[in-house]
T-cell receptor
Framework: AAGVIQSPRHLIKEKRETATLKCYPIPRHDTVYWYQQGPGQDPQFLISFYEKMQSDKGSIPDRFSAQQFSDYHSELNMSSLELGDSALYFC???????????????FGPGTRLTVL | DAKTTQPPSMDCAEGRAANLPCNHSTISGNEYVYWYRQIHSQGPQYIIHGLKNNETNEMASLIITEDRKSSTLILPHATLRDTAVYYCIVRVAYGQNFVFGPGTRLSVLP
């Protein structure tokens, strides 16, 4: 079965540079979530989108922005990168309930961002 | 969202059942209990969820107490590949993000 696709899988950037992470949800899934997991930490929710509109916002820095496109893929844009942004970034997708969904989120393999 | 409490770590012998407890004493009537696991920096993986009835699927069983204040995830025959951090999460509605707590680090020993 198709899974959530994230690209790139690994990314190395310098401080103050920008980065763009991409997420391709499971086909027919209309909701996308972004999580950040720092070294030795648990995943922390950043932001989510439903039908191309922001649906919820967590601890996302103002330097970060995200959007969901008409094909439901999503991009997380990160500017003025800091050393502390080094982390695993996970994207998850889910299906609107009422379509046989169990409300679970399916997670992608993650993008490992290293800021030097 | 209600908070959950899990033991930080547990060991289990390979082939034996792993029973992972979770306390969620402040759970609301419309909140579900979800279990996810994360194997060494991979994306979290859905295991099972339930509201008030016990649930079973091909991966695990979920036992929820009658007062819904605690639950137990059971992996019936643990293998080395079940070594992971297991997260118990309560969530009220579709669309809400998951709040991952400390979880239980399960080590399956040969």
């Amino acid at each position: 079965a198709a899974g959530v696709i994230q690209s790139p899988r690994h990314l190395i950037k310098e401080k103050r540079e920008t980065a763009t992470l991409k997420c391709y949800p499971i086909p027919r899934h209309d909701t996308v979530y972004w999580y950040q997991q720092g070294p030795g930490q648990d995943p922390q929710f950043l932001i989510s989108f439903y039908e191309k509109m922001q649906s919820d916002k967590g601890s996302i820095p103002d330097r970060f922005s995200a959007q969901q496109f008409s094909d439901y893929h999503s991009e997380l844009n990160m500017s003025s990168l800091e050393l502390g942004d080094s982390a695993l970034y996970f994207c998850a997708s889910s299906l609107t309930p009422g379509q046989g969904a169990k409300n679970e989120q399916f997670f992608g393999p993650g993008t490992r961002l290293t800021v030097l | 969202d209600a908070k959950t409490t899990q033991p930080p770590s547990m060991d289990c012998a390979e082939g034996r059942a792993a029973n992972l407890p979770c306390n969620h004493s402040t759970i609301s009537g419309n909140e579900y209990v979800y279990w996810y696991r994360q194997i060494h920096s991979q994306g979290p993986q859905y295991i099972i969820h339930g509201l008030k009835n016990n649930e079973t699927n091909e991966m695990a069983s979920l036992i929820i107490t009658e007062d819904r204040k605690s639950s137990t995830l059971i992996l019936p025959h643990a293998t080395l590949r079940d070594t992971a951090v297991y997260y118990c999460i309560v969530r009220v509605a579709y669309g809400q993000n998951f709040v991952f707590g400390p979880g239980t680090r399960l080590s399956v020993l040969p």
